[in-house]
């Protein structure tokens, strides 16, 4: 199918070019530039009357639940979440249930998301101590291995041991090993800390627990990348290491934006996992994004049923693919970001890392996942408009611009005026260095 999109503005090469066309040639990019007219041989005209066009962004820490979890979330419902927050593929974690860490459970995942994704979706694996299993997971498409360090901690030490075995393992496959580097928190020891205003234990935690990973690894190959990272110490402790190791991080947009007081507002609706932080936290975060100390920013998308969300020790986690877009592009509106930041965090610099091939740039020959975004449109966030099971939100009542009114996944619009048009299926399973995989 040939689509034309008309009177658009193109984000192409760090800068804002007005007055363009771009022509997809399902599923790719086949041309783009100035509109001179004169355009024949289409199937589709579509006019953008004069909107940005964007490449959709890649989320690369999102939980999509399915399989015994999908009375949290499915894979069609958290992928229509991201192409409604102008996020046309993501990254899929392993605790699921069940969890994605044998070559049969890689395989009946991506099997069942073949026909309910509208985005794209990269699956992550536990890893295993069996290099064999590794690299069986490696070969079927695992695009990256999570560790929980926490399930690896003795009398409150890390097992050296396993980690070594699976660091020595991934070194050879050239896969990233994801880490997640703090302790579980109960709801009700977080909010006495928050109502203190003293987090400083669980910071030296996730510090000394990259620390001390960075130090095994340092005799390994392995790329690391650190999830979720909400301390600046931790930050910095990381980005020593970016001279000898490659190493990479991630922050999410909640701990950019929100801090104790949301919790002290919400309860447990703001309960996540790392714990929210102080506002100079947030702040000091967001200058080290600013300054590039920070890889990629990440939704770490986790719903949950409401029920998990009440009582004495709720869930930590919730829904945020549909705001990832808006809520970013309102802080480019606010001048407190830039559009080039926000762009190389959410697009190129997650491509990069996890080695998704044609993906995160308008370039000819590139899959046309795009995004049309309207900064003079506005959105007020209400539990009701979320697409995801999980009909809550710590942005509640929150007024946003930059919605994304049209996405398009491999050439192929399943969001139209922030409705979802797509049936499923559109989105295809992303492996590292390869070309979309058809399970």
């Known amino acids: 199918m040939r689509l034309l999109i008309r009177n658009c503005k193109l984000y192409v090469n760090d800068r804002i070019v007005e007055n363009c066309f771009l022509l997809i040639e399902t599923p790719l990019i086949a041309d783009f530039g100035i509109d001179h007219g004169g355009h024949s041989s289409y199937d589709i ?7 940005i066009l964007l490449p959709g962004m890649i989320d690369a820490h999102v939980h999509l639940r399915d399989q015994l ?27 699921n249930d069940p969890p994605t860490n044998t070559p049969t459970n890689l395989l009946e995942r991506m099997e069942l998301a073949k026909s309910k994704i509208l985005a ?18 490696s070969k079927i498409g695992a695009i990256a291995f999570k560790v929980f360090l926490y399930e690896y901690m003795v009398d ?56 001390s990973i960075l130090r095994i690894a340092q005799a390994y190959k392995a790329r690391l990348h650190f999830c979720h990272v909400s301390c600046p110490k931790a930050i910095e402790a990381i980005n020593k290491r970016k001279g000898f ?50 890889d990629i920013v ?36 606010k001048g407190r970001l830039s559009l080039n930041t926000v762009v190389e965090k959410t697009t190129i610099k997650p491509a990069e890392i996890f080695r998704i091939k044609k993906r995160g740039m308008i370039r000819k020959g590139y899959y046309a996942d ?32 930059g919605i994304p009114v049209r996405t398009y996944v491999n050439g192929i619009c399943v969001n139209d ?23």
């Open 245 to 294: 190791m490659e190493v990479s991080l991630e922050v999410t947009i909640h701990h950019l934006l929100l801090n104790y007081s949301t919790l002290e507002l919400l309860g447990s609706i703001a309960h996540v996992d790392p714990p929210l932080k102080s506002k100079s936290t947030a702040t000091s975060l967001f200058k080290l994004l600013k300054s590039g100390a920070v």
């Open 45 to 51: 005209n579509l006019n953008a009357r004069g909107r």
């Open 69 to 95: 979890l999908s009375y949290k979330e499915d894979f069609k419902t958290g992928t229509a979440s991201a192409v409604l927050g102008g996020v046309t593929s993501v990254i899929d974690m392993p605790n």
């Open 370 to 401: 795009l995004v049309e975004v309207d900064f003079k449109r506005k959105l007020k966030v209400k539990s009701q408009i979320l697409v995801s099971k999980g009909k809550y939100t710590p942005f509640e009542g929150a007024i946003l611009v």
């Open 120 to 137: 794209n979706v990269g699956f992550t694996c536990k890893p295993s101590v069996n290099h064999s299993i590794n690299l069986e997971l």
């Open 156 to 211: 409150g030490f890390l097992d050296t041991s396993s980690l070594v075995k699976i660091l020595s393992s991934l070194s050879k496959l050239d896969r990233v090993l994801m880490l997640h580097c703090n302790i579980k928190s109960k709801f009700s020891e977080v909010l006495k800390l928050a109502r203190r205003r003293s987090m400083f234990k669980l910071c030296r935690i996730e510090k000394e627990l990259a620390e």
């Open 298 to 333: 990440v939704t770490d998308h986790a719903p949950h049923a409401i029920f998990e969300k009440e009582g004495d020790d709720p869930k930590p986690g919730f829904p945020n693919l549909q705001l990832m877009m808006p809520t970013l592009m309102t802080q480019v509106k």
């Open 417 to 439: 005026d922030y409705t979802i048009v797509g049936r499923g299926g559109e989105g295809k399973v992303i492996i590292p260095g390869d070309e979309p995989h058809e399970c």
